[in-house]
């Protein structure tokens, strides 16, 4: 995909937002093109039904400015690494092989890296793309502490978040996204509402909704928080 094409798909046009001024030309480029990878609005979920979920190349990002700790963005835009090992939809991206599937790379889809300027437009704008300012505003986790001993085997064990998500390197599933950096990259509003009702969030979610008290999600998102900081 063409570097111009998947930049102006980042440059969301978001509802309920009040997004900043965009740079001359890219409006036009934002319109035309960028829903190729990402939703321009929030999608008509009970409408399009599950294709939706099964046609999506990227996530959405109407929401962007409730998820993402900005520094993290504009660095990420700069430098993208991958952090969902089996793609936005794992389904499409799996093959068989003789012994177990695996991952096919040719099914990925490589994000392109933005100058530092680009990525501080572009992170600048997404952040102010604030569709569920409500689901933060409800949210009343506070960080705090919990034993990494005890973290791991809330996270392994107890809830069976490894089936999908790693914390740590090379080990865990490869279906979600990555949760050893979800502490630098996330707000911790948005990883206990997520945690708590991901399908508020994204009702196409390939997470279901854990059914977790409030008590066993700030416990999540604390051992989250002590694996995130313990990241270089």
């Given at each position: 995909m063409?570097?111009?094409?998947?930049?102006?798909?980042l440059?969301l046009?978001g509802?309920?937002?009040?997004?900043?001024?965009?740079?001359?030309?890219?409006e036009e480029?934002?319109?035309?093109e960028c829903?190729?990878?990402?939703?321009l609005?929030r999608?008509?979920?009970e409408?399009l039904g599950?294709?939706?979920?099964?046609?999506?190349?990227?996530?959405?990002l109407?929401?962007?400015g409730n998820k993402f700790?900005?520094?993290?963005?504009?660095?990420w835009?700069?430098?993208?690494?991958?952090l969902?090992p089996a793609?936005?939809?794992p389904?499409?991206?799996v093959?068989?092989s003789?012994e177990f599937?695996?991952?096919?790379p040719?099914k990925l889809?490589?994000?392109?890296?933005?100058t530092?300027?680009?990525a501080?437009?572009?992170?600048?704008y997404?952040?102010?793309?604030r569709h569920?300012?409500?689901l933060?505003a409800?949210?009343t986790?506070?960080?705090?502490?919990?034993a990494?001993r005890?973290?791991?085997?809330n996270f392994?064990?107890?809830?069976?978040?490894d089936?999908?998500h790693?914390d740590?390197?090379?080990?865990?599933g490869?279906?979600?996204?990555?949760?050893y950096?979800a502490?630098?990259?996330?707000?911790?509003?948005?990883?206990a509402?997520?945690?708590?009702?991901p399908?508020?969030?994204?009702?196409?979610?390939l997470m279901?909704k854990s059914g977790?008290n409030e008590?066993a999600v700030a416990?999540?998102?604390n051992?989250?928080k002590l694996?995130?900081?313990?990241?270089?």
């Open positions: 063409k570097q111009g094409i998947l930049w102006a798909a440059i046009v509802l309920g937002s009040a997004p900043v001024a965009l740079a001359a030309g890219a480029l934002v319109r035309t829903a190729a990878c990402h939703a609005e999608p008509d979920y409408a599950i294709q939706e979920r099964i046609d999506r190349k990227g996530p959405p109407y929401y962007a700790q900005p520094e993290w963005l504009e660095s835009l700069q430098n993208p690494t991958r969902r793609g936005i939809f389904a499409a991206a093959k068989e003789e599937d695996v991952i096919d040719d889809i490589e994000h392109p890296a933005l530092a300027e680009q501080s437009e572009v992170a600048t997404l952040m102010s793309l569920h300012d409500d933060i409800a949210n986790y506070e960080p705090g502490t919990i990494k005890m973290g791991q085997l392994s064990k107890f809830n069976g978040c089936a999908c790693s740590e390197p090379g080990y865990g490869l279906s979600g996204p990555e949760l950096t502490w630098q990259r996330l707000q911790p509003a948005f990883i509402s997520f945690i708590a009702d399908v508020a969030w994204d009702p196409h979610t279901p977790l008590g416990r999540l998102t051992y989250l694996i995130g900081e313990e990241q270089p």
